[in-house]
C-alpha cells in the first residue's frame, strides 16, 4: 500500500535523513536509498508517520536491486519487519488506513 510514511534509520545522529518509502504494509515497506546494504542485515528504524507521530521497529534487509543512475536513488531495498511493540504496530496501523 503507497501511504504518506517517511523513515530513517533510528537515532539522533540521523535526524535530518529522511526517506520516502515506496510502498509500506503491517509485514515491511519497500524504499528507495542512496546507501547499500547488504541482504539479511538488521536495521532499527524510526517511522515517521506524521508531522508529530513515529513508530519504532527492527527490520532485516529481504532483498536490494542495484538502480541505473536515471532513477533517482541507487538502490531499490526490501525491508522485512521483524520487531515491533505493540503501540508501535497500532500506530502503523491507523497510518495504514486501519489495514
Do not use: Q
Amino acid at each position: 500500500m503507497a501511504a504518506p510514511v517517511y523513515y530513517r534509520p533510528a537515532g539522533p545522529a540521523f535526524l535530518h535523513h529522511r526517506r520516502s518509502t515506496i510502498n509500506v504494509g503491517l509485514g515491511g515497506m519497500r524504499v528507495y536509498s542512496d546507501e547499500e546494504m547488504t541482504v539479511g542485515e538488521r536495521v532499527e528504524l524510526e517511522l515517521l508517520l506524521s508531522e508529530a507521530t513515529a513508530a519504532r521497529c527492527w527490520a532485516r534487509v529481504a532483498w536490494i536491486e542495484k538502480l541505473e543512475p536515471s532513477d533517482g536513488a541507487k538502490f531499490d531495498i526490501g525491508l522485512e519487519f521483524t520487531d515491533m511493540a505493540d503501540d508501535d504496530r497500532r500506530l502503523l496501523t491507523s497510518a495504514l488506513g486501519g489495514v
